[in-house]
């Protein structure tokens, strides 16, 4: 890349320019985090706060009402009538999901992830062939359109066609905003970006647990709500500037230099200061991949996760890791009100059990390795759900918070495992790559709601789940550490980072790597 002494401006044939020669990567660690991060990451965290109301917005729009109570609504006149008000003002009651339809219910949640899963390989085929501002561009226009005609769903099919648009939306948005969010960031502040994101998802839920759902009983109020806090991520949106990482990877070598350029004008950043610690890397004419180079570097199809062996079980491994994580996580998450108690108290202290997981992502992902405390954190999590079982009915508060306390275990990945997968993956496949993992998460999240309609046994259920945790903690160990390495731009890359015990550091990258 060649910086013209003037850094407002591009190179041309008069201008007196001084080379400096470095990977994307290396630039945006230089010049740091700073206004333009800033900008950049209110458009991805907003978007993941949302997408945090909309996963859980069926807790109270779609409450389980009894038989029982069902009846004696119907036969009571209010204000005596035995349900509250966000039951007897809820979707459960207009569409009378209750009795033999109550199994329906759970549908929400199961549609909800079937189009978020669809949307994961729409956002990630889109983001790494077009770019990660068109992917998200089209995911915050079908978010839009999708929360607005919701509020007026005539029937209950149409409102679950409308959910399934809504996950769309969501999944396109969630990879496309969370690569984006990395590739333009120092790869120092991944884990606080990782921490930064959960916690917006689950502070969101807590202020529709205890805010938005007591003041907006009535179901529709409460969708538009949301509606209407979709407005902020077109101008977001609008703002978002493309990856430089992506478009250098897709050999647009000028307009990754202008961004760049950008960023470090907008962070007041002196890029020529102390340029000769910027590690030579390549040469100025190896920024574009050579014929030999092109069908691991350049290809941007899923064909390649079939043909690299390498490829294949990483992608396998880091998949059960995804699965295992949604799986503990929504079951957890979405079964709170069988724990007994208040729903708005219960669902929003596992709201707020998600704030130490995310604290311990920033205070020990960055410390002791992504490998080591993902492998803690699964474990922790299956070991309470596997204590779950064992403990008495009697003991509804110990029950309770051995759930609650599982759910911290859960958290962690539920933060940290974007940033483990986005380290792994190449550039030039990094957003399919995360969308496969994601995709194989959301089957997670979509099984979560089938196995506590379909499993009556609460220590079977969390049985699995703790099984499930346990396993995924054996995975962690079999798998490489990414800390201190820098992540691959290349398959190439890749299979020099899985030998990473034998040496793998920048100095050490394949011809083009980083």
């Known amino acids: ?66 038989c029982n109570e069902f009846r004696s609504f119907i036969t009571t006149a209010p204000p005596n009538a035995p349900l509250a008000p966000f039951q007897a003002q809820s979707m459960s009651m207009a569409f009378d999901l209750t009795c033999d339809r109550n199994w329906m219910r759970q549908l929400l949640s199961i549609l909800f992830f079937v189009g978020f899963w669809i949307g994961l390989g729409i956002g990630g085929s889109v983001s790494d062939a077009k770019g990660r501002r068109p992917a998200t561009i089209l995911g915050v226009a079908c978010l839009t359109v999708a929360t607005t005609l919701s509020i007026f769903a005539p029937t209950f099919t149409t409102f679950l066609i409308l959910r399934v648009l809504v996950g769309i939306s969501h999944g396109m948005l969630s990879v496309a905003c969370w690569v984006s969010a990395v590739e333009g960031c120092p790869a120092r502040y991944t884990g606080i970006i990782a921490a930064t ?76 200061q102390g340029a000769d610690d910027i590690e030579l890397v390549h040469n100025s004419g190896e920024s574009t991949p050579t014929p030999d ?28 890791l995804w699965w295992s994580m949604s799986v503990l996580y929504y079951g957890l998450g979405l079964n709170v ?55 008495p009915y009697t003991w509804v508060q110990a029950r309770m918070w051995t759930a609650l306390l599982g759910k911290i275990g859960a958290a962690f990945p539920a933060a940290a495992m974007y940033a483990w997968t986005g380290e792994v993956m190449p550039t030039v496949i990094r957003s399919t790559g995360t969308a496969i993992c994601s995709q194989v998460s959301r089957v997670g999240g979509m099984m979560a709601p089938v196995m506590i309609a379909a499993i009556t046994s609460d220590a079977v259920l969390y049985g699995v789940w703790g099984s499930s945790g346990i396993v995924a903690g054996w995975v962690c160990w079999t798998q490489f550490e990414t800390l201190g390495r820098t992540p ?17 550091t920048a100095l050490h990258s394949p011809k083009g790597e980083a």
């Open 1 to 66: 890349f060649y910086a013209p002494r003037t850094m407002s401006t591009l190179p041309t044939a008069n201008d007196k320019y001084r080379v400096i020669e470095g990977t994307p990567r290396q630039f945006v660690d230089r010049i740091g985090w700073g206004e333009f991060q800033w900008i950049q990451n209110g458009l991805q965290h907003y978007h993941t706060g949302l997408w945090g109301f909309n996963s859980l917005v069926t807790i109270f729009i779609v409450p389980q009402i009894s």
């Open 488 to 504: 691959p731009e290349t398959v190439a890359g890749l299979e020099l980072l899985a030998g990473a015990d034998k040496g793998y």
């Open 197 to 272: 994101f959960s916690a917006a998802f689950s502070g969101f839920g807590v202020l529709q647990a205890f805010i938005v759902a007591p003041l907006l009983p009535n179901w529709r109020h409460h969708l538009a709500f949301i509606a209407v806090a979709t407005a902020p991520l077109f101008y977001l949106a609008a703002n978002m500037k493309e990856s430089p990482i992506w478009l250098a990877a897709k050999g647009n070598s000028i307009a990754a230099t202008a961004i760049l350029l950008e960023m470090a004008k907008t962070n007041r950043v002196d890029l020529y």
């Open 337 to 391: 009100g069988a724990l007994g108690g208040n729903l708005y108290i219960t669902a929003g202290l596992s709201s707020m059990m998600d704030l130490p997981g995310q604290l311990l992502v920033v205070l020990t992902l960055d410390r002791y390795g992504r490998k080591n405390t993902h492998l803690i954190a699964y474990l922790f999590a299956g070991i309470c759900c596997l204590a779950f079982t064992i403990l």
């Open 293 to 320: 180079d092109a069908p691991t570097q350049g290809t941007t199809t899923t064909a390649v996760f079939c043909s690299n062996a390498t490829l294949r079980k990483v992608t396998a491994a880091h998949g059960y």
